[in-house]
């Protein structure tokens, strides 16, 4: 913990005595009603946390809210959170290297973080569940859904908002954009996992415990599930990945072309407030844009003068050679028409069908100034790569003709602040040089 920030380290202990204050209270106020259970739900806890699934980005996830859900109800807010609390610090888990984290080889520090953060999410969530007119371990619990759906709320909110502080310190990127995307993801799979949870408690409370025991069987088979879920959705950035590094090794001069215009693309589409599941279309649609190239023949691709008509017309197929490879891909069949279109124009000048207007889709608008954008401010065989300020006169003048005025607007306010933060930040940077 030495070595943390100071901010950062500030941060965590007050999640730590937040939890102890937290933890003070309830033993104030509540009880837990049955040890028995509360030590059965405490090692399924641990047993559920510790059959982690890692995601991409180096987090994990589990299924272990259903087990924490059942807690709240049978055994109340401080069963429940202390239950929740020590299966997260006791937890053996495997990660995706292949190594395996717990408490005897993970620091002091991030254990009680980690038991603190879950302590305060289960704690006050269901403190506000028995804040109405609830009973703990009432058979007919599942008849209070607006508690029920209150409380899973409050735990998504302060879990998200809690471990997006946290992460959002450590590596100085915005706060307001992890937490939106955060929430968007776990939102939903909350309400899957609790409804599990609710399936458990009533098992519980209506036939014993060893009933509730054979349920665990297909809860850990949901959680295999979800990881073959997300086992083929990584195959599937790997292929589109893969495809990707084929195009370009066809043409030095495009190498990270299409990441670059991925990342327009994405920040663009984030601007013009396109939704997530269509932002994420666009961006793979974007490193898939010229995998048509593959089908172009290598001397006219990196040809070092103009090409001729004949050769431009060859070129001009790549956006349907392209689609015609990814035709028998049933997972990439969303970005097939985008890729389609970005060569069109507004004016309907473009190609392959000369659509015009809103005949285009509003995503290959976007792939198509991002690319555009990238292929004039970056080096090729027949020319040097022209300036920002050039390539963005370029695009307002063609603005309504061969780009969308709209995109047009937002893409050059996009590109005219990214300009203006880089060089603040040099600025910055040489008045520290010149005060050194």
Known sequence: MKSLPINLKKYILIIMGLSILLLFTMVRLYSIPDYSIFVILTILSIIVESLVVPIPGGAAISVGYAVTFTAMIILGPLGAAVCCSIGVMLRYAKLSDGSVRHIGNTPLYKVLFNGAQALICIGLASIVYYSFDTKIADLLFYKNIIPLVISICVYVLLNVFIIT???????????????????KWLLPNCFVIASLGIFISILYLNYGTAIMLLFFGPLLLARHSFKLYLEMKQVYIETVYALTKAVEAKDKYT????????????????????????????????????????????????????????????IKKHPEIGVEILSSVDFLKEIREIILNHHEKYDGTGYPSGLKGDEVPIEAYILSIADAFDAMTSDRSYRKGMT??????????????????????????????????????????????SAN
């Open 388 to 433: 920002v300020e050039k390539a963005i006169n370029i695009i307002e003048k063609d603005a309504g003709t061969h780009f969308h005025p709209l995109v047009a607007e937002q893409f050059i306010e996009l590109i005219k602040k990214e300009v203006e933060e880089q060089e603040n930040v040099q600025s910055r940077v040489l008045k520290a040089q």
């Open 165 to 183: 502080k946290l992460l959002s310190k450590l590596n100085n990127e915005s706060f307001r954009k992890m937490f939106i995307k955060n929430i």
């Open 255 to 314: 190498n990270g072309h299409s990441q670059r215009v991925a990342e327009y693309a994405e920040k663009l589409s984030d601007k013009m407030k396109l939704g997530y599941k269509r932002i994420e279309t666009l961006k793979t649609a974007a490193l898939l844009h010229d995998v048509g190239k593959i089908g172009i023949m290598d001397n006219i691709l990196n040809k070092p003068g103009r090409l001729t008509d004949e050769e431009f017309e060859t």
